[in-house]
């Protein structure tokens, strides 16, 4: 197969949990003087400091920018007032908090919520010990999903139909003209409706999601993979030029390769069920083409009713189909 592009289909997600986003936090007691803090927020990687107070059951937050305004106070003079007083002085005390399981869009919602300038602030993330989430990897994290969402089906990670398609006219587009071949290689999760009857939809899912991982695994470098329907699976390839025996012979290996990378459960499936794959018919192919065909005659017909001068009002051209 000659690539056009080399697509990876789905792609690693984007973090969808907080604690994939959060980092160990450094954690001070509240009678460490603010002095001792000076040092610890020179380096780099440190964006807060988390500041515990056991006598009063309660925990804070000191951003760096939070420690630097402190210490410039509003005449100049917060260096001196405040080198010698313990950190419970200039700490955040009603920081947000969360847990590592919540969600980064919840998060990312709450966190913009809050007012000012402290809606960029760090993120208290508790578990066994405490971490901290930049604000902007939140935001970043929850573009990430929202861009994904908008372009990769939800269940299986794989681009659908309407991303397919697209990649089927695009190399259809670059082989016009030439004698490459662009092959298209349909797959269909046979009985995914009895399935769903029997054993419910998680099964069914869970079947679906195999397949994906199956066919994602399986398909040729340069070749694109999407899912065009609840049960079908679509394959995009280019072939390099070649006469009519060698491409039916590229299209029915490709076919038979994709087939059999599903023919059996991967290791470690779970599911109760395992079901077969079926390559479309020709039959169903032929006749989903001609209905397309009918259509675009339509379309071209209405068009050209509308166009037509005002004499000529009513003539339909007539349109041929390949």
Do not use: K
């Not at 040092?39 to 056991?54: A, M, Y």
């Not at 925990?59 to 920018?65: C, D, F, L």
């Not at 573009?143 to 309407?162: I, K, Y």
Request: hydrophobic share 45%; net charge neutral.
């Amino acid at each position: 197969m000659v690539a056009h592009r080399t697509h990876s289909p789905g792609g690693p997600p984007p973090a969808t949990r907080t604690g994939e986003l959060a980092r160990d936090a450094d954690v001070v007691g509240a009678e460490v003087e603010v002095a001792d803090l000076e040092e610890l927020f020179r380096r780099d990687r440190i964006t807060s400091v988390v500041v515990e107070d056991p006598d009063r059951a309660r925990t804070g937050v000191i951003t760096r920018p939070r420690f630097n305004s402190a210490l410039t106070g509003r005449l100049g003079y917060g260096r001196a007032v405040l080198l010698r007083r313990p950190l419970s002085m200039i700490t955040d005390w009603s920081p947000l908090v969360v847990t590592s399981h919540d969600s980064v869009a919840d998060v990312a919602t709450r966190a913009m919520a809050r007012v000012g300038e402290r809606r960029y602030d760090d993120v208290l993330v508790r578990g066994e010990h405490w971490q901290v989430a930049e604000a902007a990897d939140l935001m970043v994290a929850l573009v990430a999903a929202l861009a994904r969402a908008t372009t990769h089906d939800p269940l299986t990670g794989l681009p659908p139909r309407a991303a397919a398609w697209h990649e089927l006219g695009r190399r259809c587009g670059l082989a016009a003209g030439g004698r490459a071949r662009v092959v298209l290689v349909l797959v269909a999760v046979a009985g995914l409706g009895q399935i769903n009857e029997r054993h419910g939809d998680a099964e069914g899912d869970l079947v679906l999601t195999a397949f994906a991982h199956q066919l994602t695994a399986a398909v040729p470098p340069g070749c694109d993979l999407g899912r065009i329907d609840g049960d079908t699976f679509a394959v995009v390839g280019t072939m390099p030029p070649c006469d009519d025996v060698r491409a039916a012979r590229g299209a029915y290996g490709l076919r038979d390769h994709v087939t059999a990378s599903v023919g059996r459960p991967p290791a470690g499936y779970t599911g109760r069920v395992w079901p077969v794959a079926q390559a479309a018919e020709a039959d169903a192919l032929a006749r989903a083409a001609q209905a397309r065909l009918a259509r675009t005659r339509e379309l071209v017909a209405a068009a050209a009713d509308v166009q037509a001068p005002a004499s000529t009002q009513g003539a339909r051209l007539p349109v041929r189909g390949t």
